[in-house]
């Protein structure tokens, strides 16, 4: 038994590891910064593994609702795009300064800052998961985490890719929004941690 719990827990982690990995320079100038500028860019990521576009699923999605009850279409679309002030961003945000927190980082990423640096967190690809209760699979954010100059945007200090971070929770979640949600919790956990240790 002892066994067969070992290799679900190898193989749970296998199949939902994430990949971080810095791509361009590194972390020296967070050494002693307090406070770091953030903005989200959900302007053009693509979604599920045919790699739509936002518009394209959207449409498609709430199709599919109007085809089941007429009407849930647009009550979706509303969800959707609230989603991403009400639930991606806090969540994002939430778990970096909570992370850096625990670990005695003082260190704090908040939105509308006038700080030296700043953090752009670009949305690149995301699939919602699903949940049918007894089954389910957990959503996946691939995104761009970019440290750039604040006065001067081309200057980019550290560039990260975060690929296909998992989102789920423990019991059911049939919110795809809050899916992933937590996939960009999951992305700024790894991120924090990541500060955490190359700043040490």
Do not use: C
Request: proline fraction near 2%; avoid cysteine.
């Amino acid at each position: 038994m002892k066994k067969l719990i070992f290799a679900l827990f190898i193989i749970s982690g296998t199949a939902f590891a994430q990949d971080m990995e810095v791509v361009k320079g590194n972390f020296d100038f967070l050494k002693d910064q307090k406070e770091i500028n953030t903005v989200f860019d959900y302007s053009d990521f693509t979604m599920m593994k045919e790699k739509k576009s936002e518009a394209q699923y959207v449409k498609e999605h709430k199709a599919d609702l109007d085809e089941k009850a007429k009407g849930n279409g647009n009550i979706w679309e509303k969800k959707w795009v609230a989603a991403k002030d009400q639930i991606w961003t806090p969540k994002f945000l939430e778990i970096a300064n909570i992370v850096l927190t625990k670990e005695k980082k003082d260190l704090n990423f908040q939105e509308g800052l006038n700080t030296p640096y700043t953090l752009i967190v670009k949305a690149v690809w995301i699939y919602p998961g699903w949940d049918a209760g007894i089954m389910k699979q957990p959503a996946k954010v691939t995104t761009n985490l970019k440290f750039v100059e604040t006065a001067n945007k081309s200057n980019v200090l550290l560039e990260i890719t975060s690929d296909e971070a998992p989102g789920d929770q423990w019991g059911s979640n049939f919110s795809n929004e809050t899916r992933i949600g937590e996939g960009f919790a999951k992305t700024a956990k790894s991120m924090s941690k990541l500060i955490v240790k190359k700043t040490k």
